[in-house]
């Protein structure tokens, strides 16, 4: 070479125009599909040997000019796309946290079996850049493994019943779900549903249930401070509530206060929080009783439509004389519909129906009452291995079960009944016997037979106590249930089966 002539540098990748440096990014780096978490880890080559702690696309490892220039078109413009447990809490403690903010698009599933979703959560916060974030769940499932869990008295089957809108809140209280509710703002959340292995999709968010009315709002909204809301002026008008006819006003409050299906008032707010998570900026749903605090015409008008519209039932005795004993007589007599189911513990000497069931006297207004038992007078039907055909019902009197004669003191209670659970299961398989009505007597058939006869004629007592008509010899004979006549009422002597 001579002197004379000047070296040329060699054009590099980094020489190409800008916009065509971009398309080979986009042709390298983005995918049509969404990337799972194996192919994550495929692409970013786990596994191989590699200079320093990072996992990155072969091309941003070529320089940090590259790395800068590329790094959005993987991070960025791809949705990734995670369906088993603690994908999302590897994936995001596998990536740079320079590289965190770029995310746009993620895809989870909750899946109502996990333990460990909130490990998920808690790194999906820390995508401060996330502006789609979609979450594959079962919220029917969900629900009904929190009520499972909740509560012994009642059976829910994975697919046949169906929640109340009241049942469905309890998803607020799913291990989890304050972690969940921490992550945001969002631009957009979507509870999908699930897809399994095989491609078909299954579950869902319930149609207007909690997680698409409440859950998913709170994660888009969460960025609305107090400088994004205008401030009112002197010239702005109220709204003119009170100003509205009765009828309208009424109508209202139904749609605020009145719900389809039980109430079961509880004194623990809805949602999963831990004793120290209040203090991390989670904090508790309000509630709608929180109207009848706005002024003192809306909460007299307000009152009587949530406690004389709503049927509210009670699993515990316990949970009935906190609420009974919390309201007042001002709200007691407006309870018109109670169910309560029965349990009883002594203490001392002194039940919990003793002293319970005297505060429902107290309730004026009580038109419908039903007590559900769950073996209670089933169990006093007695059988003795040493005498097999020989069963006692000498017990199963149902006026001698705590509380039951503190029903008769009741009045205006139009629609009175108690019921036994597992009574009514042993009379559905004994109607189906081809021996049925005609046992033989004290045997074990005819002994539930009888017994519920018994009840049902307790019940039919019951009722003509409502209007004053008590019949003393069932409340004073214990054992009339065992007789081949049962006591008269109303001038009416009802027989039993047997």
Known sequence: ??????????????????????????????YDAPIDFAQHLQIVQVGSFQHGDEYLPSLLRLSKTLEQEAAPFYYKENQFCFMESQSVSNFVAGIPKRFRTLIRSLSVTWDEHTRSA???????????????????????????????????????????????????????????????????PIATVRFLEKTRPSGSKSGGPMPGGVLETQVAPKLMGRGVTAKSVSKSTSTDKHFP??????????????????????????????????????????????????????????????????????????????????FLASIGPGRQKHIRDL?????????????QIDLTYPMLKKLTGLRKLHVIMHGDLARKVITRYWQPNF??????????????????????????????????????IIRKASAYPDFQKCSLEWA??????ALAHFNFALAAAQSGIVCAEILEDDQWHTKDSFPVIEGRQISPEL
């Open 241 to 322: 509530f009170l100003s509205l006819s009765p009828e309208i006003r009424n109508e209202i409050y139904e749609l605020v206060l009145c719900f389809d299906g039980q109430l079961k008032p509880s004194f623990r707010p809805p949602l999963s929080l831990s004793k120290l998570a209040i203090k991390k900026g989670v904090v508790p749903p309000n509630s709608v009783l929180e109207l009848l605090c706005v002024n003192h015409q809306v909460h007299c008008e307000a009152m009587s439509i949530f406690y004389n519209r709503n049927s509210f039932e009670f699993e515990w005795t316990t949970h009935l004389h906190a």
């Open 391 to 428: 069963t006692f019902i000498n017990k199963a009197n149902p006026v001698n079960i705590c509380g039951m004669k503190t029903l008769f003191e009741l009045r205006g209670v139009t629609d009175i009944c108690v019921s036994d659970t597992k009574l009514e299961e042993k009379m559905e």
């Open 448 to 453: 539930y037979t009888k017994v519920s006869s």
């Open 118 to 184: 909130s490990y998920d959560f808690d790194a999906i916060r820390k995508l401060n850049g996330l502006q789609e974030l979609d979450i594959c769940v079962n919220e029917k499932a969900m629900v009904q493994k929190q009520l499972r869990a909740r509560n012994l008295h009642q059976r829910f089957a994975w697919g046949s019943d169906n929640p109340t809108s009241q049942q469905c809140l309890i998803i607020l209280r799913y291990p989890s779900m304050s972690t969940l509710l921490k992550i945001g």
């Open 339 to 351: 169910k309560l189911h029965y349990f009883d513990v002594k203490s001392g000497g002194i039940g």
């Open 1 to 30: 070479m001579s002197a004379t002539q000047q070296t040329v540098a060699m054009p590099t990748f980094l020489h190409l125009p800008r916009h065509v440096r971009e398309r080979i990014y986009r042709l390298h780096l983005t």
